[in-house]
């Protein structure tokens, strides 16, 4: 029988624990029961293109030195979540442009103003903070001395959100000024992002659990949004803490809204805007 008529191989429970753990070692991303679907369904695409039938040869694969490696890099693009878009949550980016035009004003704007998109996916986020970045910039006539830092795990996803090529409906939420400033059409029919912006963004790869292993780099703004939900509780503290370390005097971290309900730290202050989660260094 041909191979791409053959049933899907199903995982025992044995192999869907084995292979969750591996997912939340490695990410952080805790499955649920309810996603057992999900995972057998990629793993069972990936084994087709492999030429694989069995699941626990397959995550010996996985698992396996330089070759493993190689090999998950593949596999976690399919399994990570990837859903974005433009402005996601504009109340979110709408306080970063607040804050950068406050520090404008008041004339507290003394460096770089940096930012940092934490899980960037395919570049939608951390294009979006740069718009609203460069518009105070240039409302106040002044050198855009700003970047944007943007990380993902996803090698693919960080691919893609460098070429800065997005098809029309991916701009949908977006205002027509907004667009038209931006953004100029390919002969193919997408949006790019023009190169003045697209060259602000830094992309590169990054796993959030390995924080602690980054370089410290102290930032404006740290923007994570999407990403805690999948994670434990104990280990959203520890991403958060090493948030903290990265944030310069007054930096600002802004999260999902409801994403964290019982994290406190002795140096941030939460902001208080009920359309938003933000804190402070103090």
Request: net charge neutral; proline share 3%; glycine share 6%.
């Amino acid at each position: 029988m041909v191979w791409s008529l053959r049933a899907l191989p199903e995982l025992s429970d044995q192999q869907f624990a084995q292979w969750s753990k591996l997912l939340e070692e490695r990410t952080g991303i805790q499955l649920a029961e309810r996603q057992r679907a999900f995972l057998q369904t990629q793993i069972a695409i990936r084994m087709r293109e492999l030429g694989y039938e069995d699941c626990g040869r397959y995550l010996e694969e996985v698992m396996r030195g330089v070759e493993g490696v190689v090999e998950w890099s593949m596999l976690v693009d399919r399994l990570v979540v990837k859903e974005t878009s433009f402005f996601r949550h504009r109340p979110s980016v709408e306080y970063v442009r607040d804050l950068l035009q406050q520090r404008i004003n008041n004339r507290s704007l003394s460096q770089s103003f940096d930012v940092w998109s934490v899980g960037c996916a395919t570049g939608e986020e951390p294009y979006s903070l740069a718009m609203v970045v460069n518009d105070c910039f240039e409302l106040a006539v002044l050198e855009p001395y700003y970047g944007i830092t943007a990380t993902d795990i996803s090698k693919p996803a960080l691919s893609r959100a460098r070429k800065g090529e997005f098809p029309a409906r991916k701009l949908e939420s977006m205002k027509p000024q907004e667009r038209q400033r931006y953004f100029r059409t390919t002969e193919d029919g997408c949006y790019r992002i023009n190169a003045e912006l697209r060259d602000r963004v830094c992309f590169s790869q990054g796993n959030v659990l390995q924080i602690a292993d980054m370089p410290v780099v102290k930032m404006d703004v740290i923007f994570c949004q999407n990403l805690l939900i999948y994670f434990r509780r104990w280990r959203r503290r520890e991403v958060l803490n090493g948030f903290v370390e990265r944030l310069k005097p007054g930096g600002t971290l802004v999260i999902g809204l409801g994403e964290v309900v019982d994290w406190e730290h002795q140096h941030m202050q939460r902001v208080r805007d009920n359309h938003i989660q933000a804190y402070v260094r103090c």
